[in-house]
């Protein structure tokens, strides 16, 4: 199906896609904690991705491009903090599960990653960071040149440009 055929249907900004990978992984936690299931957490974040950028407006491709990793970070951060509230020591708790959820998650993250990223540079995400280039080149600061006529070859900063600012008046008796 081409591009203009499906943006006919529900379309996504940046942060609806990376909200809605986020309740997917937060979903996929507590269905583990209720089911067992420990592959279902990264099932859910990878069916998250796929789903966040088949919807997202072709325009946000780069910036949900970028997101997934800090996605599962705090989906994870969220979910073993609650678990981590009815422990002896949360601190530690916390800490524990947060390296375990991480590394036990590390191979889902790059696959929900890949997938973001190829299904991205299927839609256009070439187009948009060549966008995005010529945006940040045209928005780049004027920087000045030397004057053509001059023989000593650059330009003087404005007067008073290394000055200090001083506001307002001195105080009697100071």
């Excluded at 529900?10 to 997917?24: D, N, Q």
């Excluded at 601190?91 to 590390?106: D, E, F, I, N, R």
């Excluded at 600061?141 to 053509?148: E, F, K, L, T, Y």
Aim: aromatic fraction near 6%.
């Amino acid at each position: 199906m081409s591009e203009q055929k499906r943006s006919t249907g529900i379309r996504l900004t940046a942060r609806g896609a990376v909200a809605s990978v986020l309740v997917f992984t937060l979903l996929g936690s507590l269905l583990q904690a209720l089911l067992g299931l420990p592959a279902l957490v990264g099932l859910m974040f990878v069916a998250g991705c796929g789903a966040a950028v088949a919807l997202v407006n072709r325009r946000d491709l780069l910036s949900l491009v970028v997101s997934p990793p800090l996605v599962f970070f705090a989906a994870t951060l969220i979910a073993e903090a609650v678990r981590a509230l009815g422990a002896t020591s949360p601190v530690q708790a916390l800490g524990l599960g947060m390296l375990t959820k991480l590394s036990a998650g590390a191979p889902w993250l790059f696959g929900g990653s890949l997938l973001v990223l190829l299904v991205a540079w299927r839609r256009g995400l070439a187009q948009c960071v060549r966008d995005l280039r010529e945006e940040l080149r045209a928005a780049g600061p004027d920087i000045p040149r030397p004057r053509s006529g001059d023989s000593v070859g650059y330009a003087p900063e404005p007067e008073g440009y290394f000055e200090p600012k001083v506001y307002g008046t001195p105080r009697e008796g100071q």
